[in-house]
């Protein structure tokens, strides 16, 4: 929270909760910590390595989660990407203050520089939005949303739907990854991906193919010198962050992953952290909003425990 | 816009419009360029330079409009802050992904090495929010919020407001400026200010001053590396980054001011531009959003125009 002395800074991360948001959040109010400490081992869900990006980055890692069930031709592309070590040795291009951060082949216009796609495809169905089916995870918002008739969260990953038309979609939140595109709907294949660094770009939802989020490492790619070209584009090749490679965590040994769990989004204890959220009742608010929006909700992420023995 | 080739990114530069969304939007079809080269001189104004702050980096300068009309006391005090020199040689000491970047006084908790405040008041009255009066420029949004009955804009800040209980505040938008605090309400006095470099932190609305907004140089604020403390404090501090000076426009030599020109919000030209992002339909967008949030709304700003001779 921004405060004057740093001695007192602690005290807020304290944010103690009022009674109840979600349907089924039924407990006294506690802060967002309470709420973690209690939660329990089925609270949380283990990234699924089959289902799981690491980009490599001199700096360290960035962890991303594929959204299977919203992007899948994509998150198979990207798969592929992965399995040819297509992103190896490219760099990231462009980024643009309080927009995207986004990588890619530099060459990628170039017709004999180009890097091959192996065995990638080049263009990809759309997969801007999807139907909604009884089978989706879906944890409803109770404050609604400027964009979307309804908005929440479906396997930690945030939504929007439009119930009428049938339509549920991955809204752009920070962290939020999608795949770039040229004008045509098809064009992107996930060769390029930007990042969400800034104020959610909403403008995009259902314009363009989400396919996950970043889990961890977001401050890598966040605070990277923004580029002076148009649209965030480095001017000079030297300004290009080198990619050093992007795996899938199936295919790195095991001991070279990065094992992380994240709360997961169906439960009454996101249902609780949600609220604790909504109201902050420490000693440094005043005004609790008595509100959240979808984009301010955090997921928590943690390494898993160690196992008591 | 995320795209996937380096030469096409211009063309999504393009923001075309669909009729009217603000009541005072009465013109055709455009995009924000269109909108933005159709202006005239009326539409923009000058940065007072009595109500300008210029944050000297060794990067370069951020330019901050102080938001005389909501934070009076808050602004007379950062005048006589800059007037003291208080900052010159401080740091920023905070930067938190997704939320602020903060500077001040390393040593402000230390009684023996804390810097003097000279003529600067200690505590000020809370100006978390104040009266809805006649005289004061609003430009309400078409959308709605989720956080606050209405939301627009007053002489280019953004603003949120609740008719019935007759107050109005400043909204925690990316590059709003604000006056970080301990627990006391009335412990805020300027000198360690925030800066939102994230998704809106709309739960501090109404819970803390903010005294203006960074109208140039965010880019210097928000890719600056992520401190590894407890809430984004750097933990060693050669990770600072000092201050060279903080200056009021109005006491620096002409020669070495920035003059800029903000965009009137109370301007038909403001409306045909909040329309022309709320529906974009260039060649790239498929689906415009046709709604726009509060702070997704881009708040132009320009060198002056050079006098024809």
Known sequence: MPIAVRRLALALMLAPACPLALAQATMPARTMQQVLEASKPGDWRALD??????LDLAAGRVVIELAEAYAPLHAANLRTFAREHYFDGLAILRVQDNFVT????????????????????????????????KDLAFTRLPD?????????????MPVARDPKAGKTWLAHCYGMVGAGRDNGADTGSGAELYVVIGQEPRQLDRNIALVGRVV?????????????GPLGFYEDAGQRLPITSVRL??????????????????????????ESRRNRRDDWYKV???????CNVPLPVRKPPVPAH
């Not at 990588?103 to 939005?129: M, Q, Y």
């Not at 609604?144 to 930690?156: C, I, K, L, Q, T």
């Not at 961890?216 to 002076?228: C, N, V």
């Open 49 to 54: 390595p089959r289902n799981t990006l690491y």
């Open 102 to 133: 986004q990588w890619g082949d530099p060459d990628a216009g170039e017709k004999d520089k180009a890097r091959d796609f192996g065995k990638a495809s080049r263009t990809l169905a759309p997969e801007f939005e999807r139907g909604i089916t």
């Open 144 to 156: 609604g949303d400027v964009y979307a008739p309804e908005v929440g969260f479906s396997d930690g």
């Open 216 to 228: 961890q490492g977001m401050e890598l790619l966040a605070s990277l010198p923004r580029g002076t």
């Open 249 to 274: 965590a199936a295919e790195v040994p095991e001991a070279e992953r990065t094992p992380l769990e994240v709360l997961r989004t169906d439960t009454p204890t996101f249902a609780a952290l949600v």
């Open 288 to 294: 609790p909003a008595g509100k959240i929006g979808l």
